[in-house]
């Protein structure tokens, strides 16, 4: 049963995206698949949005957002790929909102609590999404209306998902950002297992090329940063708190770590972040905007136009300038506290990258010479081992590759269709994504100049030409789909 309530206009302000939009909430099962007498009856208030359906009938497309790991609105706010095309389908957009994350929670401020977080589940979500879209569908009476999905990142994977699983929900997906190739599992060594001849750098490897000439930085960047990673782990602990303004004292390997990880996190995130125009995206839609090419600014925090750079604690006054374009983008850390856990990036994508193995970076090797962070191999028994001691369970490691791609890679997705896989060789996640067409219908598009589903953000006249000619690749495919 749903519930609406029309957002008020900011006032005196710009009409922004959400502006257009009314909130709704749909009453969502906790479990879809068990048949416990303590879940199976219990519910909870999913959070969806409807935009632009005053100028919409029913019969028409819909544009379907499948929610990531955050609140829905700031993919309202910068999905641009859906808002700037949906007039010329006269199609309607639904974003919706992945459980456990901004306002749709099964146990409300409870939820991340571990004992609740056993209903937190890719699966879980892909079927919130069918039955909130056949919900939808059949209260407007639309069902012949064409859905085309949409997401970038964990929602890009989502959408192809969907189409995979559910493939009579949604006629067609742009999977933007989806490195839905990162779950073949561990080698003997303790790697991770590529699963396509088409796999290059891994994922510190492309953070660290975008710091290099061949992707617009200046050179030795990345041989700065390398250098000043190993000053950092030599400098004693009065000199990393007064550089790098931490709250405590780092008087530990294991705090100093914990500075070095801050650092590293930056590049990270300027790396996935490496747009041609300022954006708030990566800093969560707060309106603190990373600069034009956020790693190409950091990089100029380093070393000079000759490729020069300074030594000792120089150097890491340097590094602590150019990551904290990322660290201190809102301009008012007055400190940084140690305290954080260096395996969580959230306790709800913790509990699904130890069940599904959700991509974490944290974990993810480093070898320091190809790469330019500190050694840091991956090691299975260590997640083994901490998630079960934090959650008693133990990361099913192949099980996503098997379930969707049976066992066989990219080559899996020969039984599927109606799927454009987008990439940016500027983005880490691009390590495990689709980089070449499967068929006809599930094609790669590859953007030599792209960062983190650029493609689907809105378009700016700083655009690179082959953005500008993937969107209307893309926008080619939603419209050969609506009209099968």
């Given amino acids: 049963m749903a519930t609406a309530a029309v957002l008020a206009l900011a006032c005196g302000a710009a009409a922004a995206p959400i502006d257009h939009c009314t909130e709704h909430f749909y009453t969502q099962k906790v479990d879809h698949f068990g048949y416990r007498q303590d879940a199976y009856f219990q519910t909870f208030q999913q959070r969806y949005f409807v935009c632009g359906e005053a100028a919409w009938a029913p019969g028409q497309p819909i544009f379907f957002y499948l929610g990531n790991e955050a609140d829905v609105s700031l993919y309202i706010k910068h999905t641009g790929l859906m808002w700037e095309n949906k007039d010329q389908f006269g199609a309607l957009l639904l974003f919706a909102e992945h459980r456990y994350f901004g306002k749709s929670l099964p146990f409300g401020a409870n939820s991340s609590q571990p004992a609740n977080l056993h209903f937190l589940s890719h699966e879980q979500g892909l079927a919130d999404y069918a039955a909130l879209m056949h919900d939808f569908k059949q209260r407007r009476?639309?069902?012949?209306?064409?859905?085309?999905?949409?997401?970038?990142?964990?929602?890009?994977?989502?959408?192809?998902?969907?189409?995979?699983?559910?493939?009579?929900?949604?006629?067609?997906?742009?999977?933007?950002?989806?490195?839905?190739?990162?779950?073949?599992?561990?080698?003997?060594?303790?790697?991770?297992?590529?699963?396509?001849?088409?796999?290059?750098?891994?994922?510190?490897?492309?953070?660290?090329?975008?710091?290099?000439?061949?992707?617009?930085?200046?050179?030795?960047?990345?041989?700065?940063?390398?250098?000043?990673?190993?000053?950092?782990?030599?400098?004693?602990?009065?000199?990393?708190?007064?550089?790098?303004?931490?709250?405590?004292?780092?008087?530990?390997?294991?705090?100093?770590?914990?500075?070095?990880?801050?650092?590293?996190?930056?590049?990270?995130?300027?790396?996935?972040?490496?747009?041609?125009?300022?954006?708030?995206?990566?800093?969560?839609?707060?309106?603190?905007?990373?600069?034009?090419?956020?790693?190409?600014?950091?990089?100029?925090?380093?070393?000079?136009?000759?490729?020069?750079?300074?030594?000792?604690?120089?150097l890491l006054e340097a590094l602590n300038r150019a990551t904290s374009l990322f660290n201190n983008a809102s301009k008012d850390k007055a400190c940084y506290p140690l305290d954080f856990d260096l395996e969580q990036d959230g306790a709800e994508w913790d509990w699904m990258f130890c069940t599904e193995m959700s991509g974490q970076e944290t974990y993810y090797a480093r070898n320091g010479a190809t790469d330019m962070f500190w050694a840091s191999p991956f090691n299975i028994s260590f997640i083994n081992d901490r998630c079960m001691r934090k959650y008693g369970v133990r990361p099913r490691t192949e099980w996503i590759d098997e379930e969707y791609l049976g066992g066989k890679g990219v080559d899996g997705l020969k039984a599927y269709s109606n799927m454009v896989f987008s990439n940016g060789l500027y983005d880490p996640w691009s390590s495990a994504g689709v980089l070449r067409n499967v068929s006809d219908s599930v094609v790669a598009v590859v953007l030599k100049e792209g960062a983190h589903h650029l493609d689907l953000m809105f378009s700016t006249k700083d655009d690179p030409p082959e953005v500008t000619a993937a969107r209307a690749f893309e926008v080619a495919m939603i419209r050969k789909w609506i009209e099968e």
Avoid at 239 to 258: R, S, Y
């Fill in 141 to 314: 009476q639309t069902g012949a209306s064409k859905v085309i999905g949409f997401g970038g990142s964990y929602g890009g994977m989502l959408a192809a998902w969907m189409r995979m699983k559910y493939p009579h929900v949604v006629d067609g997906v742009i999977a933007g950002s989806a490195p839905i190739l990162a779950f073949a599992g561990v080698d003997p060594t303790g790697s991770y297992k590529t699963t396509d001849a088409t796999f290059g750098q891994g994922f510190w490897d492309v953070v660290t090329a975008d710091a290099t000439p061949a992707h617009g930085a200046r050179k030795n960047c990345d041989v700065a940063v390398r250098k000043a990673f190993a000053e950092l782990f030599a400098a004693d602990a009065a000199a990393l708190q007064k550089t790098f303004k931490t709250c405590t004292l780092p008087d530990t390997p294991d705090k100093v770590t914990h500075v070095a990880y801050l650092q590293m996190f930056a590049w990270d995130n300027m790396a996935m972040g490496n747009f041609p125009y300022p954006s708030d995206y990566l800093t969560g839609g707060t309106g603190h905007n990373l600069p034009t090419f956020p790693v190409r600014a950091a990089c100029r925090e380093l070393v000079d136009e000759a490729g020069a750079y300074p030594e000792g604690a120089e």
